[in-house]
Nanobody
Framework: QVQLVESGGGLVQAGGSLRLSCAAS????????MDWFRQAPGKERELVAAISWNSGNTYHTDSVKGRFNISRDNTKNTVYLQMNSLKPEDTAVYYC????????????????WGQGTQVTISS
């Protein structure tokens, strides 16, 4: 059973940057696509970004395009989310998740979730 541990969240002012990391245990990290989700208070969890097993394909939801970038380092079993030009509406708990396939398949239920890291953007 893979374990996912997020880090890098915090409180920053609008316009600032944060880099989230998600470290995975086990030997299967490199064969699965990875996702970043977020959930704001009173809202549903939404997919923010996704990356295929070999970084060949990425997805970013429209509201973060041009500001966020997902990447991964399979040698370190880690997926990252670089977040720039942060806005108050980016405030949420951010979760990483491991998909059930090597390629991005939005709308499917991930096979594993991290515990989440809080990101708070002040105006």
């Amino acid at each position: 059973q893979v374990q996912l541990v997020e880090s890098g969240g915090g409180l920053v002012q609008a316009g600032g940057s944060l880099r989230l990391s998600c470290a995975a245990s086990g030997r299967t990290f490199s064969i699965y696509a990875m996702d970043w989700f977020r959930q704001a208070p009173g809202k549903e969890r939404e997919l923010v970004a996704a990356i295929s097993w070999n970084s060949g394909n990425t997805y970013h939801t429209d509201s973060v395009k041009g500001r966020f970038n997902i990447s991964r380092d399979n040698t370190k079993n880690t997926v990252y989310l670089q977040m720039n030009s942060l806005k108050p509406e980016d405030t949420a708990v951010y979760y990483c998740a491991q998909e059930t396939t090597a390629f991005i398949r939005r709308g499917t239920t991930p096979r594993a979730w991290g515990q989440g890291t809080q990101v708070t953007i002040s105006s």
